[in-house]
């Protein structure tokens, strides 16, 4: 669990020539994530001694004992928890093992399945074939890339910030919506070492919906949202798995919303 660097965006609000009532506006309607990149998206300054956290596509590692889901899914996405900088997200994750996303990342999922494989469990890694009806059957493997963590901070899309009374009376002022823009890009950038990822996966926050954010209201939190082609330069989706806390903190993955959006 994590807070808002707050004296961090009040700073920035300084900077930017913002009251400080705005920056608190904004800070309530934010929340800390973490984007999964590729090691050349990572800001220099954070290259050094960085550590691989997450790996899209590639073929699943199960326990012994546990197959495939049954919707035959594939997998793109396998998260090393451990590996994840703890203290960032405000959800609860587990602290080892590896979180392993199945979501058919092409084609609105009928099912999609989250699976925690326990550190230390003995577990193999999986052919993508299968036999359906006494026919050969291949599961679609992708491309294996190497992700590493970068902590970040996003804004909720569903209730602006801006329709704060501080934020509306410094636009009825002095205030310009290009002085605010400039702010706020600069915040978020500053968040995540300078620069804000692209196409990538996001860990926590709020979710960059591209159509109604799956996120809003008082329950449903972000667990993961999946940009296609993050997965696979050809694939033009946006993928968001949802839970509450409560179920996201006990692993009750079962009980998650997934949602694809294109």
């Known amino acids: 669990m994590t807070a808002i660097d707050e004296r961090f965006v009040h700073d920035m609000a300084e900077a930017s020539g913002v009251p400080g009532g705005v920056a608190r506006e904004l800070v309530a309607r934010s929340r800390p994530c973490l984007y999964l990149v590729p090691y050349e998206e990572l800001p220099p300054d954070r290259r050094e001694n960085a550590r691989p956290a997450a790996r899209t596509g590639g073929l699943p590692v199960l326990p012994d004992g546990v197959d495939r889901p049954d919707g035959k899914e594939p997998l793109v996405l396998t998260v090393d928890c451990a590996a994840l900088p703890r203290d960032v997200l405000d959800i609860e994750l587990p602290a ?23 550190a230390g469990a003995p577990a193999t890694e999986r052919a993508p074939t299968y036999t359906y009806d006494g026919e050969d059957m291949r599961i679609r493997v992708y491309e294996p890339r190497t992700l590493y963590p970068l902590a970040g901070l996003t804004l909720d899309s569903e209730d602006d910030w801006r329709t704060g009374p501080e934020t509306s009376a410094f636009q009825d002022g002095d ?19 300078g620069s804000r990822p692209g196409v990538c996966v996001q860990l926590g926050g709020f979710s960059d919906p591209w159509d109604m954010a799956p996120d809003e209201g008082d329950d449903d939190v972000l667990l993961a949202q999946m940009a296609g082609q993050a997965v696979d330069y050809g694939v033009f989706t946006m993928n968001l798995i949802v839970g509450t806390r409560e179920d996201i903190a006990a692993g009750r993955y079962a009980d998650l919303r997934y949602e694809q959006q294109c």
């Open 96 to 118: 080892d093992g590896h979180l392993l996303f199945f979501v058919d990342i092409e084609y609105p999922p009928e099912t999609s399945v989250v699976l925690h494989v326990p």
């Open 175 to 193: 205030g310009s919506e290009g002085v605010l823009d400039r702010f706020e890009e600069a915040v978020l950038a500053a968040a995540s070492g």
